[in-house]
């Protein structure tokens, strides 16, 4: 019997660490399956989306840039995902219907609070960057009863726009980055797209508050500028997306599964990898 068939979407996705993730989920949940990474131009995903699906697929994952994609693919959505009007999860239902699903919010979420003990019920928190990463993290950081969300980009009307399209979910406001001038945050998220290209938004001195924490969405072998720079800022800590990636496939394994898997071994050993690349 063939076993069930999950895989990972995108362009480029030779890199990606999500094939390497659900093997150990599964080897953890004594479950057998299959994830593959496939290279997938947005111009075919159609085509191969439904290919996929058709010869027996059970669930994928999307990333760039074919989550706004996928969120048109899905036949339903979940709640987060329609607010985040991209989907990183698509799961074959039992009625052939497809379902679209965004975890990547609830990862973040996930990885600050329960991996690296993060209070943000009545934090200020700074977003940097209003692109599609921004999007998919807005409701589910409200929903954490902040004291006040700001998003700052280099566009600034991105930036205004979706702060208006949450406004009625929590206390949001938006500006260019020179807008932060004279203000501090306790968690700075870097949701720009600058690390991949080693770069670093135009960042005031200050911005970061005593204790403050840093994000980047973006993991690499190496600390990113972004994490370089909080690291500079004598930041309690300065953090990448790495738990993140790894929250939010064990969301994702949770929709597909109904298995939750424990992600701390699997963090682990991804930390412990690239540390003995760096040195
Ligand atoms: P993603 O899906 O990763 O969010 P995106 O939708 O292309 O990708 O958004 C990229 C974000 O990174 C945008 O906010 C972009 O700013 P603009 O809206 O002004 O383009 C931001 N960004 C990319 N490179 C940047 C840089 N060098 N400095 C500052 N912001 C940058």
Not at 123 to 133: D, E, P, T
Request: negative net charge.
């Amino acid at each position: 019997m063939s076993v069930d068939r999950y895989a990972v979407f995108g362009h480029p996705i030779k890199h990606s660490k999500s094939p390497r993730i659900h093997s150990l989920f599964a080897e953890q949940a004594g479950q057998a399956l299959s994830y593959s990474a496939i290279e997938v131009p947005a111009k075919h995903f159609q085509k191969v989306v439904t290919a996929f699906f058709a010869n027996g697929g059970k669930g994928l994952n999307c990333t760039v840039p074919l989550k706004e994609l996928a969120w048109a693919f899905a036949d339903r959505l979940t709640e987060r995902a329609k607010l985040s009007k991209a989907v990183n999860t698509l799961k074959l239902e039992a009625d052939g219907s497809i379902l679209g699903d965004n975890t990547d919010g609830c990862g973040l979420v996930t990885d600050l609070i329960s991996n690296h003990d993060i209070v943000l019920s009545n934090s200020r928190v700074l977003i940097l960057g209003a692109g599609g990463a921004t999007r998919g993290i807005i409701a589910p950081l409200l929903e954490q009863g902040l004291q006040t969300l700001t998003i700052a980009n280099r566009t600034v009307e991105k930036a205004c726009g979706l702060a208006a399209e949450f406004q009625d979910i929590g206390a949001i406001s938006a500006g260019s980055f020179a807008d932060l001038q004279d203000q501090q945050f306790d968690l700075i998220l870097n949701a720009t797209s600058a690390s991949l290209t080693g770069q670093l938004p135009p960042l005031p001195e200050d911005l970061l508050a005593a204790n403050g924490v840093c994000y980047d969405l973006a993991y690499g072998n190496e600390p990113t500028p972004f994490v370089r720079w909080g690291l500079e800022q004598q930041a309690a800590k300065s953090l990448d997306g790495l738990g993140m990636l790894v929250e939010q496939a064990a969301e994702a394994f949770f929709i597909w599964r109904g298995v939750r898997p424990d992600t701390h071994p699997v963090i682990n050993l991804l930390n412990s990898e690239r540390s003995s690349k760096t040195s």
